[in-house]
């Protein structure tokens, strides 16, 4: 039974029924308030109830600080995901209660982060964070009459394929640049981004005690790889380029252990983007130079089960993706 009562200017609605847990909720006006409770009845009778309390006192700014305690440092790149979640929290919408937060809403962040000039990946990612938010608080924190609004929007359709190679002299020139930086590392991590076709994050976590240069191999410890189009192999080939590249590293560090590029990867990428700039080489990002290790593995000759040994890629589609063969290495192949 409904129970309606006025406290001061509002109205506080009370449903109290056999097998239910007393559901409270305080309106502005006496209508609304006994609207509420005939619906709250009526899904109690039908017995498709459920309680919605914890979601309507829990804003999106605190859903988003249980996320940060308890999910981000299982993913794979927690840095990333606590950078969004931070950012996340100094929006607007983070001071609503997550069930009054609708599709709508999400849409117009989408539009506004769009017309902002934000890349579709970075947009779809950002809201990739509050679909898995909402369905964690769903399935696992006790909300589950929570609507999920990320569902009944568009999501931005993500990063396009790339089919960006190096030209003809840019090699030689971007190189050049590089070693003439004052980064002792710019040059060689440019290198072995070509010849092992590791993406940055790998490349620059690269570590002495997991390379043997007489054998050719780098051995990745299992904490270091992952499943998927983003694991990397156990065992590492090497191209008697990258030793050379590793072998005058050591000898200039004299290092056996420790991290083997030691410098960070954002310098290395800022140092990257003012090359291309004063080189005038235009739409080439770091993570082409991963397109272009695999391609020139197939130019080498290797067939595709012996890339995706090396590159790390477990479906031929996704290998497919990164691969480029430029039309002279195939007509040279031909009658």
Same mark, same amino acid.
């Given at each position: 039974?409904?129970?309606?009562s006025?406290?001061?200017?509002f109205?506080?609605?009370?449903?109290?029924?056999?097998g239910?847990?007393p559901?409270y909720?305080?309106?502005?006006?006496?209508?609304?308030a006994?609207?509420?409770?005939?619906?709250?009845?009526s899904?109690m009778?039908?017995?498709v109830?459920?309680?919605?309390t914890?979601?309507?006192?829990?804003?999106?700014?605190e859903?988003?600080?249980?996320?940060?305690r308890?999910?981000v440092?299982t993913k794979?790149?927690?840095?990333?995901?606590?950078?969004?979640?931070?950012r996340?929290?100094?929006?607007? @919408?983070?001071? $609503?209660?997550?069930?009054? /937060?609708?599709?709508?809403?999400?849409?117009?962040? &989408?539009? %506004?982060? !769009?017309a902002?000039?934000?890349?579709e990946?970075t947009?779809?990612?950002?809201?990739?964070l509050?679909n898995?938010?909402y369905?964690?608080?769903?399935?696992?924190?006790?909300?589950?009459?929570l609507?999920?609004p990320?569902?009944?929007?568009?999501?931005?359709?993500?990063?396009?394929?790339r089919?960006r190679?190096?030209?003809?002299g840019e090699?030689?020139?971007?190189?050049?640049?590089?070693?003439?930086?004052?980064?002792?590392?710019?040059a060689?991590a440019?290198?072995?981004?070509i010849?092992?076709?590791?993406?940055?994050?790998?490349?620059?976590?690269?570590?002495?005690?997991?390379?043997?240069?007489?054998?050719r191999?780098?051995?990745?410890?299992?904490i270091?790889?992952?499943?998927g189009?983003?694991?990397?192999?156990?065992?590492?080939p @090497?191209?008697? $380029?990258?030793c050379?590249? /590793?072998?005058q590293l050591?000898?200039?560090d004299? &290092?056996? %252990?420790? !991290?083997?590029?030691?410098?960070t990867?954002?310098?290395?990428?800022?140092?990257w983007?003012?090359?291309?700039?004063?080189?005038?080489?235009h739409n080439?990002?770091?993570?082409d130079?991963?397109?272009?290790?695999?391609?020139?593995?197939?130019?080498?000759?290797?067939n595709p089960?012996e890339?995706?040994?090396?590159?790390?890629?477990?479906?031929?589609?996704?290998?497919?993706?990164?691969?480029?063969?430029?039309?002279?290495?195939?007509?040279?192949?031909?009658?």
């Amino acid at each position: 039974m409904a129970y309606i009562s006025q406290r001061g200017a509002f109205w506080r609605a009370e449903v109290r029924r056999r097998g239910y847990k007393p559901v409270y909720r305080t309106f502005d006006s006496k209508l609304t308030a006994q609207q509420w409770a005939r619906r709250i009845e009526s899904e109690m009778d039908a017995s498709v109830y459920v309680d919605r309390t914890e979601g309507e006192r829990t804003t999106l700014s605190e859903g988003l600080d249980r996320y940060l305690r308890e999910v981000v440092p299982t993913k794979t790149s927690p840095d990333q995901e606590k950078s969004r979640v931070l950012r996340w929290k100094q929006h607007p @919408l983070a001071y $609503r209660m997550m069930a009054s /937060l609708r599709g709508a809403d999400f849409a117009r962040y &989408r539009d %506004e982060r !769009r017309a902002a000039g934000k890349a579709e990946n970075t947009i779809r990612l950002e809201l990739q964070l509050i679909n898995h938010l909402y369905e964690m608080a769903r399935k696992e924190w006790g909300m589950e009459g929570l609507m999920n609004p990320l569902k009944n929007i568009r999501k931005p359709s993500g990063s396009k394929a790339r089919e960006r190679r190096l030209q003809s002299g840019e090699y030689e020139a971007i190189r050049a640049y590089l070693i003439g930086s004052g980064n002792p590392y710019g040059a060689a991590a440019f290198d072995l981004a070509i010849e092992t076709s590791l993406r940055q994050g790998k490349l620059f976590a690269l570590r002495w005690e997991w390379i043997d240069l007489d054998a050719r191999l780098v051995r990745i410890p299992s904490i270091f790889r992952q499943a998927g189009n983003k694991g990397v192999p156990a065992i590492l080939p @090497l191209s008697r $380029r990258a030793c050379n590249v /590793l072998a005058q590293l050591q000898a200039r560090d004299g &290092r056996i %252990e420790g !991290r083997v590029l030691d410098t960070t990867a954002n310098a290395v990428v800022c140092l990257w983007k003012r090359a291309t700039r004063a080189l005038k080489i235009h739409n080439l990002r770091w993570h082409d130079l991963r397109h272009e290790a695999t391609s020139r593995l197939f130019e080498k000759g290797l067939n595709p089960m012996e890339v995706a040994s090396i590159t790390g890629h477990k479906s031929m589609q996704m290998l497919a993706r990164y691969t480029h063969l430029k039309p002279e290495a195939i007509l040279a192949k031909l009658d």
